[in-house]
């Protein structure tokens, strides 16, 4: 009954520093999607993917990077941490289809302070 | 982009009070989602809806899908502390399978 991990839970970097932000589902979605949310704010889409080897850039992308290799799978990548990627991560997955709606399920979140 | 407004930003009520809050947007969606989220943890679905008129409901909470497409309500009946949280509307147009999320509705419930 696992649904979307995310892993770290937590985690501070160094400006500059860069680090992988795991996500996996198993629930055999194909659509994945990586979010931020800033303290006090709603859910901003960074990157999303609609089946493994595809990826789109969302509303704020720049700074990540994506990649789906598998259906399962889907990291997000920060090369260069900058203070202003200090938020809450978010890792979702849907299946497309008129019964489901394309509903969008969510992991737990993952928080990411740059100092 | 879309634009989805979301009142009111926050809400301090009695326990037992009922609570409305609804969501705006400025283009014609065909799905209207309601999560909660709870503190520390990542929003969870509370009600979907599909079509127009739609009125959903899953135990004390109520939504409705706006006749026009392009707003959406959610109701809460005699609130209890657990309650507490941002309760997040999302919609998504015919153009694609993007959600767009709204604020969020910040409520605080008083034993």
């Known amino acids: 009954n696992a649904g979307v991990t995310q892993t770290p839970k937590f985690r501070i970097l160094k400006i500059g520093q860069s680090m992988t932000l795991q996500c996996a589902q198993d629930?055999?979605?194909?659509?994945m999607y990586w979010y931020r949310q800033d303290p006090g704010m709603g859910l901003k889409l960074i990157y999303y993917s609609v089946g493994a080897g595809i990826t789109d850039k969302g509303e704020v992308p720049n700074g990540y990077n994506v990649s789906r290799s598998t259906t399962e799978d889907f990291p997000l990548r920060l090369e260069l941490a900058a203070p202003s990627q200090t938020s809450v991560y978010f890792c979702?997955?849907?299946?497309?289809?008129?019964?489901?709606?394309?509903?969008?399920?969510f992991g737990e979140g993952s928080w990411l302070t740059v100092v | 982009g879309q634009q989805l407004n979301q009142s009111p930003q926050s809400m301090f009520i009695q326990e037992g009070e009922d609570v409305s809050m609804n969501c705006t947007s400025s283009s014609i969606f065909n799905t209207w989602l309601w999560y909660k989220q709870d503190p520390g943890e990542g929003p969870v679905l509370l009600i979907a809806?599909?079509?127009?008129?739609e009125l959903t409901s899953n135990g004390r909470l109520t939504a409705q899908f706006g006749i026009t497409r392009k707003d959406s309500f959610l109701n809460i009946s005699a609130s209890i502390p657990s309650d507490v949280g941002i309760y997040f509307c999302a919609g998504r147009d015919n153009a694609g399978n993007m959600l767009t999320f709204g604020g969020g509705t910040r409520l605080m419930v008083k034993p």
């Open positions: 979702a997955s849907s299946f497309p289809g008129p019964s489901t709606g394309n509903t969008i399920y």
């Open positions: 629930m055999n979605h194909n659509y």
């Open positions: 809806l599909y079509k127009a008129g």
